[in-house]
């Protein structure tokens, strides 16, 4: 059984139908690329999925639940994560507290329980202070730990945020164009990442824009135009789709 | 070497809470008495604004309104059905809760500066009622005769200090432990907070609910000090001041206000005899304080400690390569 199932998703903003009937699945240990030109509606399938913004139609399952009802953080609780295109981080606070406040949701069963325990004591996020360290040197941050978010250059402010997602212990990581605006040393840092946390049992779907990369660590790829699927397959067999040279590259000629 | 900051900080409250506690049976003057009881009561309100505007990053413009709803609560009661004083200040502080929960719901529909607004609003909404619902708050006349529950001045500060020092270790465990974490990162990134599982519109209610709380304990304690509820006294311009002594202060840092609360009172006390210069001064001092010292009071003096403790570190560095080249 498939480990993400999205069903008809679709989403109108006024005249604009950005998602229409969208579905795909993804399954354990896979990575799942959506790729589309620009304004194809890639990012707003991700704020659907996780419920940023609300749907006007579709399913969601997650894990063999149905997630559709429910909020962001509740899906977030579910066993999902996940980034943003523009580097979003807790820019004041240091690299270890990004980490660690990714910690609150497990906490507890609901807010008010939450607040119960922290109250009752207040040190109870550092003892996972060791396991935040593992976290970083995971990603590659070790020796950071100490500086503010937002004093991190770019490449590493991308790997913050793999790191604030996973510490969210997902099992599935949704990445909003993770190698937006980086050069190759650092794309090959985090598709090498990206290729790690594969390993370690967690499904990934990615957003890129940059189809090179993609296609070396996908293993499927759904192709994404005016909202619309319109192919999906492994990346040799997405090469060779005319549909979606199509859509990269404008029809041809109708003589 | 922590151990040592931590005794030095232990000894400079000790020193602080023994000279508060005995500072009544020597100060003759019951002017300064009442100054030092207003500056105390004010810091809880300040303390409750920091909640909310200092840690969730949520400006409001209204939480006078909640002193207000708490004052005119404790008035009541005691004036008119003769509720005893520590029933009537806990029926304040729920009651205000309670209508903060209430208006949480609207108000977080809205965000940023619209907020603020909206706050505003209510806060204008709470000075409308209590001017013309006459049965209950006086209207223009308010409430007179509000006794003070401790028979003297003197009984009445030590009450104020204690409630002060309550509230200031209460907020301050629930703020150093993971809900305050949570509220830091919804001030940080609202957007990231939710997707990292932080149940945003409850924390932030959660957070606008205590800070109505203890506005409304203030609120309520202002009035028994000053013995009349008016419907003047809880407008805008309140929450204002609140909010400009926690800025000045240092939002987010809880001690910093408080400070704040007692040095603003008493230089306004000689500075501003006319009421109207008070908002006027502090407007000065806020942009003063925002051009020179961003950060406020507190967020300064922090800034300074780490400034001080990062070049320590580096001399120590420097040191230490000096004796490696020494030795060999």
């Known amino acids: 059984m498939s480990l993400l199932t999205v069903q008809g998703l679709s989403k109108r903003f006024g005249g604009l139908q950005a998602v229409d009937d969208v579905s795909f699945s993804v399954e354990p240990d896979e990575i799942f690329g959506?790729?589309?030109?620009?304004?194809?509606?890639?990012?707003?399938?991700?704020?659907?999925?996780?419920?940023?913004?609300?749907?006007?139609?579709?399913?969601?399952?997650?894990?063999?639940?149905?997630?559709?009802?429910?909020?962001?953080?509740q899906i977030v609780l579910r066993g999902m994560g996940r980034t943003f295109q523009d580097a979003k981080l807790f820019s004041s606070s240091t690299v270890v507290d990004n980490i660690l406040s990714a910690g609150f949701c497990r906490l507890g069963k609901?807010?008010?329980?939450?607040?119960?325990?922290?109250?009752?004591?207040?040190?109870?996020?550092?003892r996972e202070r060791e396991k935040a360290m593992e976290l970083l040197a995971f990603v590659g941050l070790r020796g950071y730990e100490g500086q503010l978010a937002r004093n991190l250059d770019h490449g590493h402010q991308g790997l913050l945020q793999l790191g604030i997602?996973?510490?969210?212990?997902?099992?599935?990581?949704?990445?909003?164009?993770?190698?937006?605006?980086?050069?190759?040393?650092?794309?090959?840092?985090?598709?090498?990442?990206?290729?790690k946390i594969r390993e370690t049992g967690i499904a990934v779907v990615i957003i890129e824009h940059d189809v090179r990369s993609i296609m070396k660590v996908c293993d499927q790829i759904s192709v994404i135009n005016y909202g619309k699927k319109i192919a999906e397959g492994d990346p040799r067999e997405i090469r060779d789709n005319p549909a979606v040279i199509e859509a990269y590259l404008g029809a041809e000629e109708v003589a | 070497m922590l151990r040592r900051a931590y005794a030095a900080k232990l000894g400079l409250v000790l020193?602080?809470?023994?000279?508060?506690?005995?500072?009544?049976?020597?100060?003759?003057?019951?002017?300064?008495?009442?100054?030092?009881?207003?500056?105390?009561?004010?810091?809880?309100?300040?303390?409750?604004?920091?909640?909310?505007?200092?840690?969730?990053?949520?400006?409001?413009?209204?939480?006078?309104?909640?002193m207000g709803i708490g004052a005119y609560?404790?008035?009541?009661?005691?004036?008119?059905?003769?509720?005893?004083?520590?029933?009537?200040?806990?029926?304040?502080?729920?009651?205000?809760?309670?209508?903060?929960?209430?208006?949480?719901?609207?108000?977080?529909?809205?965000?940023?500066i619209y907020f603020a607004i909206g706050t505003l609003a209510f806060g204008q909404l709470v000075f409308v009622i209590a001017y013309n619902w006459t049965d209950v708050t006086g209207g223009v006349y308010g409430i007179v005769g509000i006794n003070n529950p401790f028979g003297g001045l003197t009984g009445y500060y030590y009450f104020a200090f204690l409630m002060m020092f309550a509230i200031l270790l209460l907020v301050r465990r629930l703020i150093k432990s993971p809900v305050g974490e949570a509220f830091v990162a919804i001030r940080e990134n609202e957007k990231l907070a939710e997707s990292t599982g932080v149940a945003t519109l409850k924390a932030k209610r959660f957070a606008f609910v205590l800070?109505?709380?203890?506005?409304?304990?203030?609120?309520?304690?202002?009035?028994?000090?000053?013995?009349?509820?008016?419907?003047?006294?809880?407008?805008?311009?309140?929450?204002?001041?609140?909010?400009?002594?926690?800025?000045?202060?240092?939002?987010?840092t809880l001690i910093g206000p408080a400070i704040a609360a007692f040095v603003l009172n008493f230089v306004m006390q000689y500075l501003a005899t006319i009421p109207a210069l008070r908002l006027i001064i502090y407007g000065i001092l806020l942009m003063l304080i925002v051009m020179f010292l961003p950060g406020g009071l507190a967020g300064t003096y922090l800034r300074l400690v780490e400034a001080l403790k990062a070049r320590r570190k580096e001399g120590e560095k420097i040191s230490v390569s000096f004796d490696s080249t020494g030795s060999e």
Not at chain 1, 42 to 54: C, M, Q, Y
Not at chain 1, 110 to 126: G, H
Request: net charge neutral; hydrophobic share 50%; aromatic share 10%.
């Open chain 1, 110 to 126: 609901n807010f008010t329980s939450i607040i119960l325990k922290s109250y009752a004591r207040p040190s109870i996020l550092d």
């Open chain 2, 211 to 252: 800070s109505g709380m203890i506005m409304g304990l203030a609120g309520a304690m202002l009035v028994c000090l000053w013995s009349f509820a008016s419907s003047g006294s809880f407008t805008v311009s309140l929450s204002l001041e609140v909010l400009v002594i926690a800025i000045i202060g240092g939002v987010g």
């Open chain 1, 34 to 73: 959506i790729i589309g030109p620009n304004g194809a509606g890639k990012s707003t399938i991700f704020n659907l999925v996780t419920a940023n913004l609300p749907r006007d139609s579709g399913q969601v399952i997650l894990d063999g639940v149905d997630v559709t009802k429910y909020k962001t953080h």
């Open chain 1, 165 to 195: 997602a996973l510490a969210t212990q997902p099992k599935v990581l949704m990445l909003d164009e993770p190698l937006r605006g980086m050069n190759p040393t650092e794309k090959d840092g985090v598709t090498d990442l990206i290729l």
């Open chain 2, 73 to 112: 609560t404790v008035a009541a009661l005691t004036t008119k059905v003769g509720v005893p004083f520590p029933l009537a200040l806990l029926a304040a502080v729920l009651l205000s809760g309670f209508m903060s929960y209430v208006i949480s719901f609207p108000a977080f529909r809205l965000s940023g």
């Open chain 2, 15 to 66: 020193v602080l809470f023994a000279f508060l506690m005995v500072m009544p049976t020597f100060l003759e003057n019951q002017f300064y008495i009442q100054l030092f009881t207003t500056s105390a009561i004010m810091a809880i309100a300040v303390m409750g604004m920091d909640v909310l505007f200092g840690y969730v990053g949520y400006c409001s413009f209204g939480q006078a309104g909640f």
